[in-house]
């Protein structure tokens, strides 16, 4: 029989989303994909702020090898 992916959570709390994000070994992006986890404790309505945030930083990132690059 297999395990469940996710351990069952108390009747009425919040389950988290899922595992943890593999590290990247950059620690900015690590903190980003980490910061992902808070939207499990918020309503979904205010998951769209942890999302934006996460995404600005990861864009950031990425513009930031190519600003290096030159």
Do not use: C, F, K, W
Not at 32 to 56: C, F, G, K, N, Q
């Amino acid at each position: 029989m297999s395990e469940p992916l996710l351990a069952e959570a108390p009747a009425g709390a919040i389950a988290p989303l899922g595992p943890a994000p593999a590290p990247t070994g950059q620690a900015a992006v690590d903190s980003l994909m980490m910061r992902l986890s808070d939207a499990d404790d918020l309503p979904t309505a205010d998951h769209i702020e942890v999302y934006e945030d996460v995404h600005r930083g990861l864009r950031d990132a990425l513009t930031a090898l190519d600003d290096n690059r030159s």
